[in-house]
């Protein structure tokens, strides 16, 4: 199984943007797909977004909560997708996890639908 490894949480301002990285170790997961989520204290863990692939193109889809504010995106050649945030809101404020689908199934936003799953970083926006 791949190995995830997120970094670049930290504290910022409401307003404030900050770039999450997820790298994998062991496998390539350049045909997999991946999935941002994020846990809140008392909440569950909820879906933020999530990449995958189709032939040459790839294709995102966000929950409706971060639309238009985050994107996320992947170099393979690193073997590292990335999640960049913008317009921060304290209701942002998480623990935020990368995971893998060795299936490269679309628009999964299951918790349960992901193979590997890193250790989180936390993100905290101040108001």
């Known amino acids: 199984q791949v190995q995830l490894a997120e970094s670049g949480g930290g504290l910022v301002q409401a307003g404030g943007s900050l770039r999450l990285s997820c790298q994998a170790s062991g496998r390539s997961f350049s045909t997999y797909a991946v999935g941002w989520f994020r846990q809140a204290p008392g909440k569950e863990r909820e879906f933020v977004a999530t990449m995958w692939s189709g032939g040459n193109t790839y294709y995102a889809h966000y929950a409706v909560s971060v639309q238009g504010r985050f994107s996320i995106s992947r170099d393979n050649a690193e073997n590292t997708v990335y999640l960049q945030m913008n317009s921060l809101k304290p209701e942002d404020t998480a623990v935020y996890y990368c995971?893998?689908?060795?299936?490269?199934?679309?628009?999964?936003?299951?918790?349960?639908?992901?193979?590997?799953w890193g250790q989180g970083t936390q993100v905290t926006v101040s108001s």
């Open positions: 995971a893998a689908d060795r299936t490269n199934t679309g628009r999964r936003v299951g918790v349960y639908e992901y193979d590997s």
